[in-house]
């Protein structure tokens, strides 16, 4: 059956040939039924190979289980944006979003819908599932047709060519594909979440900037009033020039602290649009002016060790690595002494015409026969190839072993610096803050008792100012920090970048004890 189909399906395409250029060059004989049953074994094995279970396109082009994984890790929805109606949803979602008041979970999920930078990720995806369905077909057979003409003779010769060790190889060849394709998976779901941990860093810089910014202009106005005060205080003599300029340095200190909170408010502006692909419009996002309030229980550092190692999707695609080299390393033993291996099937028809006593005599000659072509590595008999391979696994093999140790390493360091925060975070809410505002409370009660002076009172105002800087830059800290301990849970850590240093604490520190 197989051999019928595919001897008529090439007498036709020669008919069609034959009928197409008869007139201009001239008629040749076709392929006769003897030539084709010649190919017949290599028929049957293309055949049954092509049977056997050639690779089709999956139907929801690979994003199954990109969308398990977004959806178990951070509760949200992925698509591939492939026709104009998925751009539409995606597009009427997310204009829907950013309509709201932003928050960390809204602008993950608009990042997820709107990156351009994902959407390319997933096409990788696509182009890895393409190369996966070709790399999963036979090789197909070449036919070649030549003819030569001469004075009173030409020749016709007709070959099929097949690349046999291709055919041999194929099944060890398409798991090898499909191993590589599960790989672009991975790779897809680690870009998923990257692009989340991007835009919840960029969100957290966004609203800390605005915190930082709110609080620092209502601390300017009280410190413009302090230096106008002190101003007409000076010019009654009831304070001296030194006070003055310690008043005045701080209004001085306070207002730079607040231009460089405002450009950085833009700059972490700039950065969350770029972190959720908007544009126009959709970039007017309502975003918060304060951090949310710190979890109760913080995680413990046998959990992040221990889910660091088991989920972390760069391992897994360095473990995925490890077994693609090693089929590839036993497919290039089994074929290392045969590069390539060729089975051409020839049909060769000779016409020449003499005249001989003045009579014409026409002499015909039909060849069949077919040629088998191979090379064979007569200098290093596949050894290099043998050895390059071998090197490439062992060099996965320690690498992957060494990427398991830094996971582990980088797994505590983001739990140290994740509790580190916390704490420190922790102690500006339930300590300095509240002593703070005792302090301010009672130095206020004792000014307007005439048992503290105004210098106490000022000095007073200054450090609660800074200590409110700092307890938002330590908060700030710790949701960055939280978000880079998912990254190093699960993966996903590319795009972050160390916190800010705090500027706060230096400004005017040493001026508060001079009072």
């Not at 055949?47 to 929801?60: E, M, Y």
């Not at 007017?284 to 550092?301: E, F, I, M, Y």
């Not at 099937?345 to 015909?364: C, H, P």
Request: charged share 25%.
């Amino acid at each position: 059956m197989a051999n019928t189909s595919f001897s008529r399906s090439v007498r036709r395409w020669l008919r069609r040939k034959h009928q197409a250029g008869s007139k201009a060059a001239g008629s040749y004989p076709l392929p006769n039924r003897a030539f084709l049953k010649s190919l017949a074994p290599l028929a049957l094995l293309t055949t049954a190979l092509l049977n056997s279970g050639c690779a089709r396109f999956s139907p929801d082009a690979g994003m199954g289980i990109v969308e398990a994984a977004a959806a178990a890790e951070l509760g949200k929805d992925v698509v591939k944006i492939d026709d104009a109606v998925k751009e539409a949803q995606a597009a009427e979602r997310v204009t829907q979003l950013t309509k709201q008041r932003l928050t960390v979970a809204s602008a993950v999920q608009i990042a997820l819908l709107n990156n351009k930078g994902l959407q390319a990720a997933y096409n990788e995806l696509g182009i890895s599932e393409a190369q996966m369905v070709e790399a999963s077909l036979p090789p197909a057979p070449t036919l070649a047709v030549g003819r030569l003409v001469w004075t009173g003779a030409f020749e016709i010769e007709r070959q099929i060519i097949q690349n046999v060790l291709s055919l041999l190889t194929l099944p060890r060849r398409r798991e090898i594909a499909e191993a590589r394709f599960r790989q672009a998976q991975v790779r897809a779901v680690e870009a998923t979440l990257r692009t989340a941990a991007e835009a919840s860093r960029a969100y957290y810089r966004a609203v800390a900037s605005n915190d930082a910014a709110k609080f620092l202009a209502e601390a300017q106005t009280s410190a413009k009033t302090v230096s106008e005060l002190a101003k007409r205080l000076g010019e009654t003599g009831a304070m001296s020039k030194l006070n003055q300029a310690r008043e005045h340095v701080f209004y001085a200190d306070i207002s730079s602290q607040l231009a460089g909170a405002r450009l950085q408010q833009r700059v972490n502006r700039e950065r969350l649009v770029r972190a959720l692909g908007v544009w126009g419009a959709a970039t007017a996002l309502r975003v918060p002016d304060k951090l949310g309030s710190l979890p109760a229980n913080p995680k413990t550092l046998a959990w992040v060790e221990r889910e660091a190692v088991a989920r972390r999707v760069d391992l897994a695609i360095a473990r995925m690595e490890i077994d693609i080299l090693a089929k590839e390393l036993g497919l290039t033993r089994k074929t290392r002494f045969i590069n390539a291996l060729e089975v051409t099937g020839i049909s060769t028809y000779e016409k020449e015409r003499k005249i001989e006593g003045g009579v014409a005599e026409v002499e015909k000659t039909r060849k069949r026969g077919f040629d088998i072509d191979f090379q064979i590595p007569i200098y290093d008999f596949g050894e290099s190839r043998v050895r390059l391979a071998e090197e490439t696994y062992m060099r996965a093999v320690n690498r992957l072993v060494e990427h398991a140790v830094n996971v582990r390493s980088e797994a505590r360091e983001a739990y140290q610096n994740y509790r580190g925060s916390y704490d420190i975070a922790r102690h500006y809410d339930r300590e300095v803050l509240p002593l703070r505002q005792i302090i301010s409370d009672e130095t206020l009660l004792n000014y307007n008792a005439m048992i503290r002076d105004l210098f106490e009172l000022l000095a007073d105002a200054r450090a609660r100012i800074l200590a409110n800087v700092q307890a938002i830059e330590a908060r700030r800290d710790f949701w960055l920090a939280s978000v880079d301990l998912q990254a190093a849970i699960v993966g996903g850590r590319g795009g972050g970048e160390a916190s800010p240093a705090p500027r706060a604490a230096a400004a005017g520190g040493g001026e508060a004890a001079g009072h």
